[in-house]
């Protein structure tokens, strides 16, 4: 291989890799928007989306697990257990969703604890 | 409006009448895009009184209003401004607005309503609008033509005319004249008094804005301005300010206002300003726009986004869609804004596209909204110019991506709104010049008229389940709101009475209330209306006006809405409380009802005798003051030159005749041009006088010593005639064709040279004979302009000509052209320009072409490379410097850097395709001078560009290559020192 | 050879990099921190006096802090926030129903914040190691004796329902702060600690927020 064929292989083939082969990742959906709009503070927008996302894939554990991370951002603690309690059961060894879970009862489930201790105290 | 030949239409005649002399091109490198005329007018004339009516329709109707109209206009003007017209006036009248831009008057942007021209005192309009509209643009054109008769006294007058009033003094009187306030002129003159933005009257008379405002002051300032004058000086001083413009003479009439009221124009101003603070005082207690919220961008100029002419809300009420215009790109874009704190999440219409020449627009909110956002969340739908009319296209709402386009035969459409849970959309628009409802099918694309009445709908909604439709209708001279079912139309109930106008109207959630606009209190504020109970709630008590409003869904009290603010429309979102005001009664109409219609002052019939066809010609008028255009390139030499023009009423036919000279060679022109039809033809005659420099280095190379390249001058004269057709594809494409006979007489222009050469020239390819041809092109320019020139796009030509062999003495060729061009936008003005532009002649005579200097070749003299075959190809980085400077000799810029490279290559017959240059070799310390033979020469460099008094004049610092092999393209040569260049002329 | 090696490693290396999904993204999430007390029922809220243990203070502590919570309650709130100067003996006072729905007779929506105060200062001195340098004294002796003036505020504090009289809620705050500017004054140091005991109270009543990191999946 000469120098220069070596130069223009290597450069188209880094250019195409770049600007084409991986640009699926760019492409807007339901799930990337609604990671978009979470990323802003636009929950609600956000949900629907995540909503829309689940309406197609029921399946989609990330959906349910953003939905989750967004109920629970809204103060739906119910609803956002629901939602990781899915999330877990499809995609029980993602440690994302292990992560949000373990999180979100130790956040939320302490204070209950706390509450009712200082109830039985009384 | 005052009259101007278009220079474009004179390029256009000019560029495809000329087959052989691209050379020229140098001065004017666009080939224009092309106007088509979709429509072949069948133009019907009626006289009125004062008026000659020309019209097309079939429909008398039409023809009894306009005349109708006019003469009730003629009639109230000329009683208040006590002056009868020395003429009588041309009334042409076009049934839509995209057949009004057809007109070959004017090249009219969209969003002109009419125009009236001082040449010959003709008024166009259209008539896309409610009736006592109509009336009102007459009443503002016809000013006009009162306005010419006193100041220039008859039609023509105005060629003698040196100077002319301040726009403000022209138009404001026309809007004076309607009696009539909009409330759209109301709202801007209110905002700007409100905010402080009053245009201030410059020394010399003009008023000027320091702030951007939706239209120029003239209209609604010159307006308020007549009105302080009446309410100062009564109606006589009206009418002495008019009669001061009469009779001072033309330098006075500079200073009008020092004239008739003896104030200068600062003190005059400064009064103006006392008086319409005064008018609009009781207004400052009122809801400053920027107390609901932050504003929800647009922003400018903290961004580049100006006016949010509409917006519609995502279904969970987190992101508006907003249409604004980009100031930097100078284009129209739909933007996802956050609700939250206004920013910008996407552009989704970001660059420039060939789908659309522009996405339609609506300043007036009555209109209603042009953008709809669908329940699912997925689309929104928005109306863009195509080519004659307009389609509807729907985007994705996440990528901007195009889902559907759809071609529409309905005029200004506006209004979309989406069925919930069908693939219908509701929208409005003109059909047969009346506003009503359609519904259109987005797989079938089937449209269906669902009013077919000659009322004005527009503006409507639909109720979250689609069963219900609110929209307003246009009651004598208000807009009233009116609720159908959706899937009957016919049954209407009446939900807003009285005074006043009550418009862009919305469903709540529940679609148990109807929020919409109203300017019951002078402004335009939210109310709402319970389809329930009747209450009538009121919202807000804005200084402004505050329109579209929407309940943000799953917040009750909360609203997204539009406020007209500081000179735009803003977005605020606020939570706003009710005060009940009244409880209306929800009146069924009944089919049978009469709605109060506008009517004119005076009404008569038609005689349907007097109507008569337009045939022929007809009479010949001048088009306008001949223009004037000077140009200079790096040889030194000027170009000069100007043109006068006849044409019809209509502009269908223009006769024109142009004269210019560089140096000393002069060249003339006459053509005829039809421009009725979609296929426009023209036939002409012509003597050019060109000049270009032989190639010296194709004689003895030792003359090379003796003579510089200006000695090698040679003239070339064309005479004849030819006739040319041009047809264009859309806007953006065509192709044109010429046939015709030319003389060319070629010879050097110092006899000496001659003599030198020993009677004929050792350069041999001097055409002297008689050239029948014809010419084939295909012609492209998609290429997107601002004020510094291209900036992205791209332009072509494709050509042959083809020498016909009349006999053994006539020329044969046969040449080949191709120009292409494109631009490649980087951003913030900076972008990448490549050109190429060959050609090759072969045949008996081939055609010699000739190119170099200026932004051709800047390294080799003016067009000094010289062939039957050749190419030059360029390459610049063009950036911008500085946006604007101002001067001791006035304001200049923008300024612009270019880096440039540039090559070429060229052959002329029986030669080898080599160029001789002159380099130096250095021996024992001498630089000793020697030709030397290159297969291409070229230059790099830099260079700057700055526009003075109009013209772009640039500096160039160039430095010379040259590539002794073309096929080993990286190995080239330096060579001499770096020159500077001046020349003006505008970028390829 | 090897340079085309080198070149083909560097190839998969950025094709792995650039087709490199982005699965997750981390999220700062703002989580409303759960209140003690739910105050949204109330309409009026009507700071009362606090009980003064053992007050030996050179100012009035009671005017202070009314006028000091009353203000931040304002900002906070969308209440009607208003003071009353009801007389209180002793602790006692606070258990005793009547007393309370006395105050304010067939006021629903009413709630009393009040609460007892002890506030105290001392002085303390110690043989301390060499000394800060300060602009005034560069050369700052060693082994000296420093003293320090110390303030104790303790107070506990009620929300009492003025329809039924109840304590509704009650807690304890201790907070000490030691100044070693001996010019510090006992009313200055007071609302030192006692915006500490705002912040540690309002929290408790009227919630807040606490910043909790989630992760978003794209897959």
């Known amino acids: 291989m000469n120098k220069l064929s070596t130069f223009t292989v290597f450069s188209f083939l880094l250019l195409s890799v770049l600007f084409s082969g991986c640009a699926s990742q760019l492409q807007q959906n339901q799930m990337q928007f609604g990671i978009k709009s979470a990323q802003k503070d636009l929950w609600n927008e956000a949900i629907f989306r995540w909503k829309k996302s689940i309406r197609s894939a029921s399946d989609s554990a990330a959906a349910h697990n953003n939905l989750g991370v967004a109920y629970e951002k809204k103060g739906m603690i119910e609803e956002a257990e629901k939602e990781y309690k899915i999330a877990l059961k499809l995609d029980p060894d993602n440690e994302h969703i292990q992560s949000n879970y373990t999180k979100f009862k130790k956040y939320w489930k302490e204070s209950e604890k706390t509450e009712e201790e200082k109830d039985e105290k009384k | 409006m005052k009259n101007r030949i278009k220079f474009l239409v004179f390029l256009l005649i000019f560029v495809i009448s000329i087959s052989h002399t691209f050379g020229q091109s140098i001065y004017f490198p666009y080939y224009g895009k092309n106007k088509v005329n979709y429509t072949k007018f069948q133009w019907k004339s009626y006289k009125t009184d004062n008026f000659d009516i020309y019209y097309y329709t079939e429909d008398i109707r039409t023809l009894k209003i306009i005349s109708e109209l006019a003469e009730s206009a003629f009639k109230r003007i000329s009683l208040k401004i006590k002056h009868q017209l020395s003429a009588r006036v041309p009334i042409l009248f076009y049934k839509t607005s995209t057949e009004f831009q057809q007109t070959n008057l004017y090249q009219l942007p969209e969003g002109v309503l009419g125009v009236a021209e001082p040449l010959l005192y003709r008024v166009a309009l259209h008539g896309d609008m409610p009736i006592d509209e109509l009336q009102d643009l007459v009443e503002h054109e016809l000013t006009h033509i009162f306005e010419y008769d006193l100041l220039y006294g008859s039609p023509g007058g105005v060629v003698y005319a040196m100077s002319a009033p301040a726009d403000w003094i022209m138009e404001g009187f026309s809007e004076y004249n309607t009696e009539t306030w909009s409330s759209w002129s109301a709202l801007i003159v209110r905002d700007a008094v409100l905010n402080d933005r009053i245009p201030e009257l410059t020394k010399r008379g003009s008023l000027f804005s320091r702030y951007p405002m939706p239209r120029p002051p003239s209209y609604d300032f010159g307006h308020a301005m007549y009105e302080f004058i009446e309410h100062k000086y009564g109606r006589n001083g009206v009418r002495n300010f008019w009669q001061s413009l009469k009779n001072s003479p033309m330098i006075g009439r500079l200073n009008p206002i020092k004239r008739a009221f003896n104030l200068e124009p600062k003190e005059f101003g400064h009064e103006f300003k006392k008086y319409i603070r005064d008018k609009y005082k009781h207004f400052l207690l009122r809801d400053n726009p920027e107390n609901y919220s932050i504003t929800m961008g647009p922003e400018f100029p903290l961004n580049e986004f100006w006016f949010a002419f509409s917006h519609a809300l995502s279904p969970s009420g987190d992101i508006i869609a907003v249409e604004t215009f980009n100031v930097k790109d100078s284009d129209f874009d739909i933007l996802l804004l956050s609700a939250k704190d206004g920013s910008v999440i996407k552009n989704l219409t970001k660059g420039y596209t060939l789908k659309y020449e522009h996405i339609k627009y609506e300043i007036e909110p009555s209109k209603g909204r042009d953008i709809a956002w669908s329940s699912d969340g997925d689309r929104i739908a928005f109306f863009a110019r195509t080519g004659k009319k307009h389609s509807l296209f729907i985007i994705d709402a996440l990528s901007g991506k195009t889902l559907n386009k759809i071609f529409l035969n309905q005029d200004r459409p506006s209004s979309p709104c989406f069925v919930p849970g069908n693939n219908e959309l509701f929208f409005t628009g003109f059909e047969h010049g009346i506003h009503d409802i359609f519904k259109l099918n987005l797989g079938t694309k089937k449209v269906i008229n669902l009013t077919q009445d000659d009322l004005y709908e527009k503006a409507l909604a639909l109720s979250p389940d689609g069963s219900q439709i609110v929209y307003s209708i246009r009651i004598g001279t208000y807009d009233k709101l009116f609720l159908s079912p959706v899937n009957n139309l016919k049954e209407k109930t009446q939900l807003t009475f009285g005074r006043g106008n009550t418009i862009t109207p919305e469903f709540s959630p529940d679609a148990k209330t109807i929020y919409f606009s109203g300017d019951m209190r002078e402004a335009f504020n939210i109310y709402s209306v319970s389809l329930d109970t009747g209450e009538l709630k009121r919202y807000t008590d804005v200084r402004t006006g505050n329109f579209f409003p929407v309940q943000v869904p799953n917040s009750p009290d909360t609203f997204v809405f539009a406020s007209f603010n500081k000179g735009s429309f803003q977005i605020f979102k606020s939570k706003l409380e009710g005060e009940v005001e009244k409880t209306v009664t929800l009146a069924k109409i009944e089919d049978e009802e009469e709605y109060q219609r506008f009517e004119p002052l005076l009404t008569f019939e038609i005689d349907k005798e007097k109507i008569k066809p337009c045939k022929g010609i007809g009479k010949l008028y001048m088009s306008g003051k001949p223009p004037l255009d000077a140009i200079f390139s790096t040889d030194g030499g000027i170009y000069g030159g100007s043109s006068i023009a006849f044409s019809d009423l209509f502009r269908d036919h223009t006769f024109s005749f142009t004269a210019y000279q560089v140096r000393s060679f002069r060249s003339y022109y006459f053509s005829y041009f039809n421009q009725k039809r979609r296929l426009q033809f023209m036939a002409s005659a012509f003597r050019y006088t060109m000049y270009y420099y032989t190639p010296y280095s194709y004689m003895d190379p030792s003359l090379y010593y003796r003579l510089n390249y200006r000695d090698a001058i040679a003239t070339r004269t064309i005479s004849g005639a030819n006739v040319g057709a041009y047809y264009p594809f859309s806007r953006y494409y065509r192709v044109q064709a010429t046939f015709g006979y030319s003389n060319y007489a070629e010879d050097f222009f110092d006899p000496y040279m001659n003599k030198l050469m020993g009677g004929t020239t050792g350069y041999g390819f001097f055409w002297n004979g008689s050239n029948v041809s014809g010419s084939l092109s295909l012609v492209g320019e998609t290429t997107k302009f601002k004020n510094y020139g291209p900036a992205g796009g791209n332009t072509f030509k494709i050509g042959i000509t083809q020498s016909l062999p009349i006999a053994e003495s006539f020329i044969q060729n046969t040449t080949l052209q191709l120009d292409f061009r494109q631009y490649l936008y980087i951003g913030a003005d900076a972008l990448f320009a490549f050109r190429f532009n060959g050609f090759a002649s072969r045949g008996k005579n081939p055609y010699i072409s000739y190119f170099g200097g200026n932004n051709q070749v800047r390294s080799a003299n003016y067009y000094s490379l010289v062939g039957n075959e050749g190419w030059y190809s360029n390459l610049e980085f063009r950036f911008p410097l500085i946006n604007s400077a101002t001067t001791l000799l006035g304001q200049i810029g923008p300024i612009r850097g270019t880096f440039f490279l540039d090559m070429a290559r060229i052959k002329l017959k029986g030669y080898p395709a080599q160029i001789t240059i002159l380099d130096y070799l250095t021996v024992d310390g001498e630089n000793l001078p020697y030709l030397r033979k290159v297969d291409s020469v070229g230059s790099y460099g830099f260079g700057i560009e700055l526009f003075f008094l109009g013209f772009p004049v640039h500096l160039d610092f160039v430095k010379a290559l040259d590539w002794p092999k073309f096929s080993a393209p990286f190995k080239y040569n330096t060579r001499g020192k770096w020159m500077t260049k001046f020349w003006i002329g505008f970028d390829f | ?219």
């Open chain 3, 1 to 219: 050879m090897k340079r085309n090696r080198i070149f083909l490693i560097l190839l998969i290396f950025l094709v792995l990099y650039s087709c490199k999904t982005g699965n997750y993204w981390k999220i700062k999430l703002e989580l409303p921190v759960k209140t003690s007390l739910d105050i949204s029922r109330f309409k009026n809220i009507v700071i009362a006096n606090f009980f003064l243990i053992d007050d030996k203070n050179d100012f009035e502590i009671n005017p202070a802090l009314l006028e000091y919570l009353s203000s931040e309650l304002s900002q906070d709130l969308d209440k009607n926030i208003s003071t009353n100067n009801i007389a209180l003996d002793n602790e006692e006072l606070f258990q005793n129903k009547d007393f309370w729905k006395g105050q304010a007779p067939g006021e629903d929506a009413t709630a009393f914040l009040t609460g007892s105060i002890e506030y105290t200062s001392e002085t303390r001195k110690a043989l301390i190691g060499k000394s800060k340098k300060q602009f005034d004294n560069p050369f700052p002796s060693k082994n000296r004796l420093a003293s320090r003036k110390f303030y104790n505020l303790k107070m506990n504090v009620y929300f009492i329902n003025a329809a039924t009289g109840e304590v509704i809620y009650e807690t304890k705050f201790n907070e000490t702060q030691a100044y070693e500017n001996p010019n510090q004054t006992a009313e200055f140091a007071f609302f030192d600690q006692v915006h500490k005991v705002k912040e540690k109270l309002f929290r408790q009543v009227l919630g807040g927020e606490r910043i909790q990191q989630r992760y978003l999946i794209s897959k």
